[in-house]
């Protein structure tokens, strides 16, 4: 049976044995983990332990001078992200969410990143396009009916060798399922999935990490 939140695609002790056996989860990141428990609707958003650390190890094989995350919810994954990020280099991440605006901020003024950090509000697919620089990595985690936008947004804006990392992407278990009728969500994904495969610019390797996480490889 399909948890409308969130599938364990192993089981829970095996998941928490995992986290046990990778790197500790930084006292910044448990402090986020906690507060966004507390306070913040659908708290399972969060990348959280295994997954964040999972991140910041990419992040930092890849040493990015530029990151572009969508979707930050309350910071946690920015955060991981920014521990590979080369001393110049910036994270720019976008949410539509305002009221997570001063939590974000909060925490990536406390980190040893909070000048490397630039918060954007608003619709990712109006502010993509205003953005500057290429990107050495990306992440997304956003709104699903959008990730085909996407995806033509960002692929040709990655330098050659960059990642890009794409959440959700099984999207509990729907992929496997009849797609019900108006379920634009789990067409999008079915849809992003394809592309990610098919694209000859790519190469891309879809990983059962908790909901699912890609990894696409600019050639």
């Known amino acids: 049976m399909i948890n409308a939140i969130f599938m364990h695609f192993i089981p829970q002790r095996l998941e928490e044995y995992a986290e046990a056996n990778s790197g500790a989860e930084p006292e910044l990141l448990q402090k986020l983990r906690r507060e966004t428990y507390q306070k913040v609707l659908q708290p399972r958003m969060l990348s ?67 000048n490397q950090i630039k918060q954007y509000l608003g619709n990712a697919t109006d502010i993509i396009p205003t953005l500057e620089s290429s990107f050495d990595l990306v992440f997304i985690d956003a709104d699903k009916p959008n990730y085909p936008k996407y995806f033509d947004l960002i692929v040709p804006r990655l330098n050659p060798g960059a990642l890009l990392l794409s ?53």
Not at 171 to 197: C, F, H, M, R
């Open 48 to 114: 959280g332990h295994l997954q964040g650390r999972f991140l910041s190890l990419i992040s930092k094989m890849v040493r990015p001078k530029h990151i572009l995350e969508i979707g930050t919810y309350t910071g946690y994954s920015a955060l991981c992200l920014a521990e590979g990020l080369q001393k110049d280099g910036l994270l720019e991440t976008i949410d539509y969410n305002e009221e997570l605006m001063d939590l974000q901020k909060k925490y990536f003024d406390k980190s040893p990143y909070s």
């Open 167 to 219: 959440d959700n992407v099984l999207w509990n278990g729907k992929v496997l399922e009849p797609v019900k009728k108006g379920d634009i969500s789990t067409q999008a994904i079915l849809q992003y999935n394809q592309l990610l495969a098919r694209d000859q610019r790519l190469e891309t390797v879809l990983l059962p990490i908790r909901d699912g996480l890609t990894l696409s490889r600019k050639k």
